[in-house]
């Protein structure tokens, strides 16, 4: 399928793991493993079109509230995903990136994410991020601390403060903004995820749930993304994405 414009990076709310599961008549860890397992086909649909940036929303500050052995088992399986696939990240032209309280996570996950994010940092290809032990409050609520230290020390006029500044502290700084939210699972909210950064993007729901968002389903997301009208307050559209 050619669509007219193509985003330039696409933030994934990866939702409905547990629900899926549960419909499958499977434990919630089981939906964990589906939803996992279809991180390759997102990745290879989104450079396949043409996406330069795909950030994964994987793991929230709030998450740590759940079952301990749910936790448990997410920490393994990322664990495992770091073995695994790190190798196959440097062949495909990946690079890997995580953001969020990476401090929360276990030393040894700590270690391999910083492997991961070393090893693929010359690579050239489709940027991915996953945000681990994330918060976007909390993220902005640090980005105005930094700032505040700054103001304190006399290294910059409180004044004088702007949206590049608070942006320029936050985990995202290397990153543009999304161009499109996708949620799956059918939930109207954005959870705590990137609330800075989404301000203009544009937003796609979908009932699919994570396990069953196919490489299809991502394409039927570009489609829909192709046929807005971003106008950023304007009253004639702004041609943004890849292709602008």
């Known amino acids: 399928m050619s669509l007219e414009k193509i985003p330039q990076h696409v933030a994934l709310i990866m939702d409905g793991n547990g629900r899926w599961?549960?419909?499958?008549?499977l434990a919630r860890i089981r939906g964990h493993q589906a939803g996992a397992d279809r991180l390759e086909d997102v990745m290879r649909?989104?450079?396949?079109?043409?996406?330069?940036?795909?950030t994964l929303y994987a793991f929230s500050k709030e998450n740590w509230h759940r079952p301990k052995d749910e936790v448990q088992f997410l920490m393994?399986?990322?664990?495992?995903?770091?073995?695994?696939?790190?190798?196959?990240?440097?062949?495909?032209?990946?690079?890997?990136?995580?953001?969020?309280?990476?401090?929360?996570?276990?030393?040894?996950?700590?270690?391999?994410?910083?492997?991961?994010?070393?090893?693929?940092?010359?690579?050239?290809?489709?940027?991915?991020?996953?945000?681990?032990?994330y918060s976007s409050r909390l993220e902005i609520t640090e980005a105005c601390r930094a700032l505040a230290r700054l103001a304190v020390q006399g290294k910059i006029d409180p004044e004088?403060?702007?949206?590049?500044?608070?942006?320029?502290?936050?985990?995202?700084?290397?990153?543009?903004?999304?161009?499109?939210?996708?949620?799956?699972s059918g939930e109207m909210r954005v959870s705590n995820f990137l609330l800075w950064?989404?301000?203009?993007?544009?937003?796609?729901?979908?009932?699919?749930?994570?396990?069953?968002?196919?490489?299809?389903?991502?394409?039927?997301?570009?489609?829909?993304?192709?046929?807005?009208?971003?106008?950023?307050?304007?009253?004639?559209?702004?041609n943004t994405g890849a292709d602008a």
């Open 21 to 25: 599961a549960g419909r499958q008549g």
């Open 45 to 54: 649909a989104a450079e396949k079109a043409g996406v330069k940036y795909i």
């Open 76 to 133: 393994q399986l990322l664990s495992n995903y770091l073995d695994h696939k790190l190798a196959e990240l440097k062949k495909n032209n990946i690079v890997f990136n995580a953001i969020g309280c990476l401090t929360d996570m276990p030393s040894e996950i700590q270690a391999k994410l910083s492997r991961a994010a070393e090893e693929t940092a010359s690579n050239t290809g489709l940027f991915v991020t996953f945000a681990f032990s």
């Open 160 to 184: 004088m403060i702007s949206e590049k500044d608070v942006a320029s502290h936050l985990y995202t700084s290397a990153l543009p903004d999304p161009d499109l939210l996708i949620r799956t």
């Open 197 to 238: 950064q989404i301000s203009y993007a544009e937003l796609y729901v979908t009932e699919k749930c994570w396990p069953e968002f196919t490489a299809e389903e991502f394409q039927k997301a570009l489609a829909a993304y192709s046929l807005r009208e971003r106008r950023f307050g304007r009253t004639e559209p702004l």
